[in-house]
């Protein structure tokens, strides 16, 4: 997988396809927001099984009925990759199963 950072301009290039996501401080993050405790939670459980399948992980947090992700690329630096989004990629394209907005 590249981990070569990614310039400002690529990342805000690929933001404009990832709506509800963002960047600062050298990451990109999203909270989702779930119809309930224990929707959020299958959510993170979910995510846990693709973050391993990548061997890629996410800072995810879970709230009452929110799931935050926040991550980037330990092994460039602590900057964002490809690596990056193709996890968020891969988030967005199974967070509407679970009802998540
Ligand atoms: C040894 C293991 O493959 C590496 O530490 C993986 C694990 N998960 C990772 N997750 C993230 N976000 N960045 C990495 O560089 C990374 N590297």
New binding site residues.
Partial sequence: MP?EPLSQKEIEDRLRELPGWAFEDDRIFRTYRLGSHFAASALVAHIASVQQEL????DLTLGYNTVRLS??????GDVVTE??FTLAERVEALAPAHGAS
């Fill in positions: 981990s061997n890629h992980h996410s991550v980037n690329s330990h092994d460039a690596s990056d």
